[in-house]
């Protein structure tokens, strides 16, 4: 494989005499550039690990928007890269479809599979993005984003509700039917805002 040259080359031989050459190029999936885009606005450093040469690293790089990219990598070397950023205390997302990308996703603190992608990576992730767009990535953080929310929003519901209601409570002011049903009004209160985040984004 030539490293100057920005597509990755196979060559066909018989007898040590090349019979055909070819040159073959990954096309971008949809959605790429979209999702780059906003991991960037969202201080989401992005780094694109590839087995592929520093030409076609740097070529596909430029064309989605990614500055931090690594050539040239082993599966080895894609889960070696991994720890050392846990290592340094970052939490790692991986987002990968093959088999080559199987050992990384397994060190990842979140791993993302293609749905198109090998069984080994599908069974190693802990999301599947069934419609194998990148769009899909970018609606998995913006939902975990929105869960984690309202997780603290209902958190503070119910801190807030009880606060209120269980001094009132013990202090005699209300009976028992009338403490157990705004209970059950704290609970409809928490579930109420949660439906929310089904909301259009």
């Known amino acids: 494989c030539n490293p100057n040259t920005p597509y990755t080359l196979y060559h066909f031989a018989v007898d040590s005499e090349v019979i055909v050459s070819f040159e073959l190029e990954d096309s971008i999936k949809k959605g790429a550039?979209?999702?780059?885009?906003?991991?960037?606005?969202?201080?989401t450093k992005v780094v694109m690990a590839t087995g592929d040469n520093q030409a076609v690293a740097t070529r596909v790089?430029?064309?989605?928007?990614?500055?931090?990219?690594?050539s040239e990598m082993t599966p080895i070397d894609k889960a070696d890269y991994i720890d050392s950023l846990?290592?340094?205390?970052?939490?790692?997302?991986?987002?990968?479809?093959g088999v080559n990308d199987a050992l990384a996703l397994s060190k990842a603190d979140v791993a993302i599979a293609m749905g198109k992608?090998?069984?080994?990576?599908?069974?190693?992730?802990?999301?599947?993005?069934l419609n194998d767009s990148l769009r899909g990535i970018k609606d998995s953080f913006v939902i975990s984003r929105r869960t984690y929310k309202f997780i603290k929003q209902n958190l503070g519901l119910s801190l807030v509700y009880n606060l209120i209601t269980i001094p009132v409570a013990i202090a005699g002011f209300v009976i028992?039917?009338?403490?157990?049903?705004?209970?059950?009004l704290s609970s409809l209160l928490?579930?109420?805002?949660?439906?929310?985040?089904?909301?259009?984004?």
């Open 33 to 43: 550039k979209e999702t780059i885009e906003y991991l960037t606005q969202t201080d």
């Open 61 to 70: 790089a430029k064309e989605i928007g990614i500055d931090n990219f690594k």
């Open 86 to 97: 846990k290592e340094q205390g970052r939490v790692v997302v991986m987002v990968g479809d």
């Open 117 to 129: 992608g090998a069984d080994v990576a599908l069974a190693i992730s802990d999301v599947v993005i």
């Open 176 to 184: 028992p039917l009338v403490a157990a049903l705004s209970m059950s």
């Open 190 to 201: 928490v579930v109420g805002n949660s439906i929310r985040i089904k909301e259009k984004y």
